[in-house]
């Protein structure tokens, strides 16, 4: 990432940008908190956890590679196993050896972990929509998306130094 360098001064936000950051700051920050509650409350989890789940319910056979986990979260390699750790505990998830590395490990959705993200689905969905998507219209939905994905792509440069490397 370009950053300026000792010599050149601070390209300072604009008045336009400073509130529209501002604004992406406090909504990050409430939104997180409202679905961390939510999810806390209906299922004793916090919201990565859901996201963890959630993307093991959609791999094959219901496993990952931890290190392709932890990417696809867009975690560090020790918040993923501090997690899967804590699942493991609650009969969520298990880990186990990869067939092909003797070095990788698994996270495989257990029956019991399937179960708890279909019981807490729809909760946490009804969630997302009325905090996000039923204040939009189908156009600041499609902006939005297009967006946030601007915004992450230019956040992974080749040789980033990114969460799920570390």
């Not at 920050?29 to 990565?48: F, N």
Request: with cysteine; aromatic share 6%; proline share 5%.
């Amino acid at each position: 990432m370009k950053t300026p360098s000792d010599t050149e001064e601070p390209r300072w936000l604009t008045d336009d940008e400073q509130r529209s950051w501002l604004a992406y700051v406090q909504a990050r920050m409430l939104l997180e908190d409202h679905l961390d509650r939510q999810l806390q409350r209906d299922a004793g989890m916090p919201h990565v956890y859901y996201g963890l789940l959630v993307k093991l319910s959609w791999a094959p056979r219901h496993r990952m590679r931890m290190t392709e986990l932890a990417e696809a979260a867009k975690i560090t390699r020790s918040r993923l196993s501090h997690a899967v750790a804590r699942m493991e505990k609650d009969g969520w998830v298990r880990r186990e050896d990869c067939p092909d590395d003797k070095r990788g490990q698994n996270a495989v959705l257990t029956d019991k972990g399937l179960k708890v993200l279909e019981e807490t689905a729809p909760g946490h969905v009804s969630a997302v929509r009325m905090a996000v998507f039923d204040r939009l219209t189908p156009e600041q939905v499609e902006q939005f998306g297009t967006i946030c994905r601007i915004v992450a792509d230019g956040l992974q440069p080749e040789g980033a130094d990114l969460p799920w490397l570390r």
